[in-house]
C-alpha cells in the first residue's frame, strides 16, 4: 500500500505531481492546504479557529493541522493508500503525526529559490494578490525551507526519501517520481 508525502517549497509544482502520482496509483491525492480550506468551509469551532489564520495568510498551528489530518485518515477512501501533499511540513507536526503517519516513500521536490519566486510571483499575479512582493515571499520561502529540511533529514535517516529535481517540464518531473518509486 502506498502512503507518499510530497514537500517541497512553494511554487514546487508539488500539488500538481501529487494529483499525477494520485491518478496513476488509483489513489486519492489530499493537500494539506485543501483540507484545511475544507474545514474552514464546513463552518466548525475548529474551522473557525483555523478561518483566522487562513485569513491573513499565517500558518495553522501545528495541533489543528495535525487534527485535520488525522481526522481526514478515518475516511474509507483512504484505506488502500493515499498520497498527502504538505504535511508534516515541520518537526512539531512530524513528531506529533508519528503515532498515526507512517509514510511508505517521501518525494522532497528540490526548486532552486530564484525559480521558486518567479512561479510564485506568476501565481500571485495570475491570482491578483498584488500584495505579494517578492522580499516578502524570498523570506517566507526561506523561513519555510528551513523549517521543512529537518522533516526531510528525518525520512531520509529511515531511508524512505528521494530527493527529486523539480526543474523541468510537468512530465519529465513525473517520469522522475515514476523512476525513483520504481513506478515506470
Ligand atoms: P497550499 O494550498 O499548500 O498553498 O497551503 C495553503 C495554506 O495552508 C498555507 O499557506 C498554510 O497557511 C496552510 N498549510 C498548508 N500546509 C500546512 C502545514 N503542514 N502546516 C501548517 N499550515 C499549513
Redesign the pocket.
Known amino acids: 500500500m502506498h502512503k507518499i508525502l510530497i514537500l517541497g517549497p512553494?511554487g514546487s509544482g508539488k500539488?500538481t505531481q501529487a494529483n499525477i502520482l494520485a491518478e496513476k496509483l488509483g489513489i486519492p491525492a489530499l493537500?494539506?492546504?485543501?483540507l484545511?480550506r475544507e474545514e474552514k468551509a464546513s463552518g466548525s469551532e475548529m474551522g473557525k479557529e483555523i478561518q483566522s489564520?487562513?485569513d491573513v495568510?499565517?500558518?495553522?498551528p501545528?495541533v489543528l493541522?495535525t487534527a485535520v489530518f488525522k481526522k481526514r485518515l478515518e475516511n474509507d477512501d483512504v484505506k488502500n493508500g493515499y498520497i498527502i501533499?504538505?504535511?508534516?511540513?515541520?518537526m512539531e507536526?512530524y513528531e506529533s503525526s508519528q503515532e498515526f503517519f507512517q509514510p511508505t516513500a517521501v518525494i522532497a521536490l528540490t526548486v532552486p529559490e530564484e525559480e521558486s519566486i518567479t512561479r510564485m510571483m506568476k501565481r500571485a499575479e495570475k491570482e491578483q494578490r498584488i500584495d505579494d512582493n517578492e522580499e516578502a515571499m524570498k523570506k517566507r520561502l526561506r523561513w519555510s525551507v528551513e523549517k521543512t529540511q529537518p522533516v526531510i533529514d528525518a525520512y531520509q535517516a529511515a531511508g524512505i526519501c528521494h530527493s527529486i529535481d523539480g526543474v523541468g517540464t510537468v512530465e519529465e518531473i513525473a517520469q522522475r517520481i515514476a523512476e525513483v518509486l520504481s513506478l515506470a
Do not use: A, N
Request: charged letters at 20%; glycine letters at 14%.
Open positions: 512553494q500539488g493537500s494539506m492546504g485543501q484545511l489564520y487562513l495568510g499565517e500558518l495553522v501545528d493541522t501533499d504538505s504535511f508534516p511540513r515541520f507536526q
